[in-house]
């Protein structure tokens, strides 16, 4: 069922560092690139989204790279911090239909 | 604003129980998803309902089904449990006609253990 493929499977960094996660995804019909960050015991939240008609979104220190021809997209994580420490997940979606996850990266920020 | 709430938070059943899990979604919501999280993996898609129908199904089995009530809640049923079914269940609550994109908002989870 996964058409999204998600690397690296764990990240370490070094505080103030930048992160960088990548996703590529295999139908055309994705329209709709959101990445969620979890904590252990916790629902996925959130984190921003992109739609394939901008190549980036910056919102603070989180941004989205989005290839469309390479059916590829990114999150940088700009001054990397502890509290950052988590399981980040990207997905993606066709119109209103359901959310295709990848299988998550485990970010660990070290002080 | 509340947000997206499910229960119970753990659950512990036997092989061969039925379960029933719970969701209320954000205020304003009225599209529930259920996912299924197993550890160390994304979550799956498993339903979701719209206007108290299913409108869309992942590939699971028909012994996971489903209800929506007229305010919005859903809830997610698993009979003949078997052990493989132990995971994180989530709800994502989102806005139908919002606009073309899926913008869903996740709850907690209910952690079902089966022995």
């Known amino acids: 069922q996964q058409q999204v493929k998600q690397s690296p499977q764990s990240l370490i960094v070094q505080k103030g560092g930048i992160s960088i996660i990548n996703c590529a995804y295999e139908n055309t019909a994705f329209d709709y690139f959101p990445w969620y960050q979890q904590f252990p015991g916790k629902g996925p939240a959130l984190l921003i989204a992109?739609?394939?008609?901008?190549s980036e979104k910056k919102e603070g220190r989180f941004t989205i790279s989005f290839n469309k021809s390479a059916k590829q997209f990114s999150l940088h994580i700009m001054d990397s911090q502890p509290g950052d420490s988590a399981t980040y997940f990207c997905a993606a979606s066709a119109h209103i239909n359901d959310m295709r996850f990848g299988a998550g990266t485990r970010l660990t920020v070290k002080p | 604003d509340a947000g997206v709430t499910q229960s119970p938070t753990h659950l512990i059943k036997t092989r061969g129980q039925q379960v029933t899990l719970r969701c209320s979604p954000k205020s304003g919501h009225d599209t529930v998803s259920w996912y299924q999280q197993a550890l160390g993996q994304g979550p799956q898609f498993i339903f979701q309902y719209y206007e108290e129908e299913e409108r869309q199904r992942g590939n699971f089995p028909d012994r996971f089904s489903g209800h929506q009530f007229p305010n919005y809640s859903s809830e997610l049923n698993v009979n003949a449990l078997l052990l493989g079914d132990s995971a994180l269940y989530l709800c994502?609550?989102?806005?139908?006609?919002?606009?073309?994109?899926?913008?869903?908002?996740f709850g907690p989870g209910t952690r079902l253990t089966v022995l």
């Open positions: 992109i739609r394939p008609d901008v």
């Open positions: 994502a609550s989102s806005l139908m006609g919002q606009g073309p994109y899926n913008e869903q908002f």
